[in-house]
T-cell receptor, first 113, second 115 residues
Framework: GENVEQHPSTLSVQEGDSAVIKCTYSDSASNYFPWYKQELGKGPQLIIDIRSNVGEKKDQRIAVTLNKTAKHFSLHITETQPEDSAVYFCAARRPQGGFKTIFGAGTRLFVKA | NAGVTQTPKFQVLKTGQSMTLQCAQDMNHEYMSWYRQDPGMGLRLIHYSVGAGITDQGEVPNGYNVSRSTTEDFPLRLLSAAPSQTSVYFC??????????????FGPGTRLTVL
């Protein structure tokens, strides 16, 4: 069945360093890849997304890259700040079958001041 | 706009009890869904609805029922709670079910414990 693998499960960086989270997906029909940030006690919130016809997208300190051939996509956070500490989820969505979105297991990011 | 609201925030049930988790959105979104979040497993889709009167099963529908009588509300019912249903439940909505609008808005979650 469809699957999204996310690595690492935990990531600790020093403030100002970069953080990279990687995901792979199994369903080649997936065409939309959102990233969500979940702060403690809150629901996930979309922070950036990318569609399958684009290789890279950037929004200030956050960027996402997509390699369709390898079925990999990654989240890059530059100049990390303590408020970036949260759990990040990648996801992949296919356009058929009820537009099902499959989520990765999550990465807990700690940014040390 | 309040966005997506969920009640209650916390609930403890005994095995076999029933309850309804409430979800409401005030954004006039057609598409609503329920997820459960378990440690190390991300979010898994339980049920979803593409509009009032229309519901369908997700990945893990067993033990849960839903209905969608209005655009605003999408309650999730546990008919006979089991310890395996201990989880955090999130409701989400988006404008419609088509591919052109993908941003899902999540509620704050309900933490359910079944003893």
């Amino acid at each position: 069945g469809e699957n999204v693998e996310q690595h690492p499960s935990t990531l600790s960086v020093q403030e100002g360093d970069s953080a990279v989270i990687k995901c792979t997906y199994s369903d080649s029909a997936s065409n939309y890849f959102p990233w969500y940030k979940q702060e403690l006690g809150k629901g996930p919130q979309l922070i950036i997304d990318i569609r399958s016809n684009v290789g890279e997208k950037k929004d200030q300190r956050i960027a996402v890259t997509l390699n369709k051939t390898a079925k990999h996509f990654s989240l890059h956070i530059t100049e990390t700040q303590p408020e970036d500490s949260a759990v990040y989820f990648c996801a992949a969505r296919r356009p058929q079958g009820g537009f099902k979105t499959i989520f990765g297991a999550g990465t807990r990011l700690f940014v040390k001041a | 706009n309040a966005g997506v609201t969920q009640t209650p925030k916390f609930q403890v049930l005994k095995t076999g009890q029933s309850m309804t988790l409430q979800c409401a959105q005030d954004m006039n979104h057609e598409y609503m869904s329920w997820y459960r979040q378990d440690p190390g497993m991300g979010l898994r889709l339980i049920h979803y609805s593409v509009g009032a009167g229309i519901t369908d099963q997700g990945e893990v529908p067993n033990g849960y029922n839903v209905s969608r009588s209005t655009t605003e509300d999408f309650p999730l019912r546990l008919l006979s709670a089991a310890p395996s249903q201990t989880s955090v439940y999130f409701c989400a909505s988006k404008t419609d079910w088509t591919a052109s609008t993908d941003t899902q808005y999540f509620g704050p979650g309900t933490r359910l414990t079944v003893l």
